[in-house]
């Protein structure tokens, strides 16, 4: 008993501790590979923001209304990995993963449409974007009937 609650204070203390360290910023979620994963996204276009490959990963809480539409629950989260083209011929292949992003549902983040938007370097450390201009301003353009949210769960497997 008295072990589990020193393992509870320690605990709670590094992540206060993690937390003052990052200031704003917001871990990756552990675990989002297993959540329901897309088919392979490629984009050709070299002057689209999106050349590459990627990947769009939903949580269980967002799947229902991804797939129903509507407002979001609390809590709801998708996480997109980036990846480089590779050139090998005449198939596009993945190279090296370089940006992970995420949004969360979260009513406090009043300034983003009540989502939390966060980008990540390949090795999972926050990049430190600035969350309306280079996010919530396109997601807004894109989806704003969606409750942000661009992707179509119809694409999401295509
Ligand atoms: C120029 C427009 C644009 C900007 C800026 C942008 N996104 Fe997106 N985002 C998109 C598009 C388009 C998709 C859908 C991609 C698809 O359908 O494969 C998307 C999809 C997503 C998704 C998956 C859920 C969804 O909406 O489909 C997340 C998470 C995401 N973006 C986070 C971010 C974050 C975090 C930032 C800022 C670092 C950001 N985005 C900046 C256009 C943008």
Request: aromatic share 12%; proline share 3%.
């Amino acid at each position: 008993m008295k072990k589990s609650v020193a393992i509870l204070a320690g605990s709670a203390m590094l992540a206060w501790v993690a937390c003052v360290w990052a200031g704003e910023k917001v871990a990756m979620p552990k675990g989002y590979e297993r959540w329901e994963k897309s088919s392979e996204k490629i984009v050709n276009d070299k002057n689209s923001l999106f050349y590459g490959i990627h990947y769009i990963f939903v949580d269980a809480k967002a799947l229902k209304t991804y797939r129903s539409g509507g407002k979001y629950p609390e809590g709801s989260r998708f996480v997109v990995e980036f990846y480089d083209i590779r050139d090998e011929g005449d198939k596009p292949a993945k190279g090296k993963k370089n940006m992970v992003v995420l949004m969360k549902k979260e009513k406090k983040q009043t300034a983003t449409g009540g989502w939390l938007f966060a980008g990540y370097s390949a090795d999972g450390k926050p990049s430190g974007v600035d969350p309306v201009k280079n996010c919530f301003e396109c997601h807004l353009k894109e989806a704003k009937d969606r409750d942000l949210v661009i992707s179509r769960y119809e694409n999401f497997k295509k």
